[in-house]
Structures are given as C-alpha cells and as structure tokens.
C-alpha cells in the first residue's frame, strides 16, 4: 500500500507527464471501443439485412439475384479489414507507450540516479514506475466511460455511419438486380391471360425497396454488449500500456544502471 500511495504522489507531482498519459490512454481506449463497435455493427448489419432478403426471397420466389454473395464477401472484407486495424492498434499502442515512458524515464533520470544512490533496486525502480499509470488508466477508463454512459445513442449511430462507409467503398449496390429464373420465363413464354398475370413477379408486393433494404435499426445494439466490449478493450490496451511502458522503463533504467557502474 505505500508503494502505491508513494507512486500516486509522483504522479501527481509529475503532472505533465501524467496528463500526457491520461490523453493518449483515454484517446486510445476511444479508438478500440469504436473499432469493437464498427465489428459489432457489421455483424447486425448483415443479419438485418440477410433477413430482409429472405422475406424478399418469399414475396418474389421467381427471382434470382446474388445479393447473398456480395454480403457475404463484403462482410468477410469489412471484417478483415476490422481485425488488421484492431491489430494495428495494438501494435501502435505498444509503441505508443514505450516512447513515452522512454521520454518520461529521461526526463527523471536524476531522480533515478538517486534511487540508486539510497539503494533501491532496479526492480523496485520499474515497480514504482508502473504503478505510476495507475492514476491516467483511472483517469482514461473513467472519462470513457462516461462519455459513453452519456452519448451511447450518438455513439452507436455515428458508428453505424462509419460502418456503412467502409462498406459502400468495397459493395456496390447497383449489381442488385432481379432476373427471371428458366422456370419463370418458361411460363411466360408458354403461357398468355390470367395464368400469365398471375405468374408474373411484379404481382407480389415487396417488403422493401432499394433504399430501405439497407437500413439498419440499431435498436439491437444494447448498452450491455458496448459495455462488455469497453470492458475486454480496456484489458487488451491496459496489457499493451504495461508491455511497451516495461520495455520503455526498463530499457532506460538499464542503460542508467550500466553507465553507473562504468569506470570513472
């Protein structure tokens, strides 16, 4: 406990560096949550969409098209293009943290050098280190959290936005059209008068239209799935943090500990 209460008062008194990593944390933790959004709105899109298909499919039995294949493959796309950027993330956020907790441990290096002139080990220097982004992962989590507690409702419709974006460069509506299968245009060709009318596609009422088939309700999105993502987010970018800020740390700690005992 007084590790901890030792590490909060230099982070406090720090400042300056402590809000710098309290923005690139909260800014962070923003990017992953939206990025878990934008996959969660894929996977709704699509179901949403699927299932307005299949009541098309059921008013118009006579017709063909491969709407289901270029979801499909637009879907897989989108998500692929998801998963790199989410590792993208991680990978930055590594970097991220490494380069400022190496500008933070030169900055300190006097404060270091003292720590091992009373005695103090390497160890118990990194441990100290650390704990010091208990205040801006606090600070972060807490700001997020509440900006989505606040504009959930905004926050899922930009998403939504976003995702139709992404989705519009790789799928091109226009190659949705209805053709005739051979058994439709063998009835028309076979046939005249009534039987004729009533096998004809244009009889049946369509649900939806162009426009409205690629609506999406964001009504599925609860507060307790961002909420659960924001949570598994929060984990995944806390472990980067630790990861690049110990190589950060530790890369600068050890340099300071050999020149140390270097010759005079």
Known sequence: MTTIRQSIVAAKYHKKLTIIYTLFFALLLFAFTL????????????????????QIKNALPQVESTLNEQLVDSNDFVMTLYQKLFVLLIIGSIMIFFLLSTYAAHVRK???NSMYYIGITKGQ??????????IPV???FSSILLLLVLFHSQFVSESITINRKF??????????V?????????LT???????????????????????????VNSAETSFRQTFS???????????????????GFYSHVTLLSYRRNLPA
């Open 229 to 247: 993502d924001f949570l598994l987010n929060m984990l995944i970018l806390s472990l980067s943090a630790i990861i690049g800020a110990l190589i």
């Open 167 to 176: 989705v519009d460069k790789y799928f091109d509506q226009p190659t949705l």
């Open 125 to 134: 220097i990194l441990k100290h280190l650390l704990l010091e982004l208990l």
């Open 110 to 112: 006097e404060e270091i």
């Open 138 to 140: 606090v600070v972060g």
């Open 178 to 186: 209805f053709t005739q299968t051979e058994e439709l245009s063998d």
């Open 189 to 215: 060709n076979h046939k005249k008068g009534k039987a004729l009318s009533e096998s004809k596609p244009n009889n049946a009422i369509l649900p939806y239209n162009r426009i409205s088939l690629f609506e």
């Open 35 to 54: 990025l878990s959004q934008l996959v969660l709105t894929q996977s709704i899109a699509l179901r949403y969409i699927l299932g307005k298909w299949d």
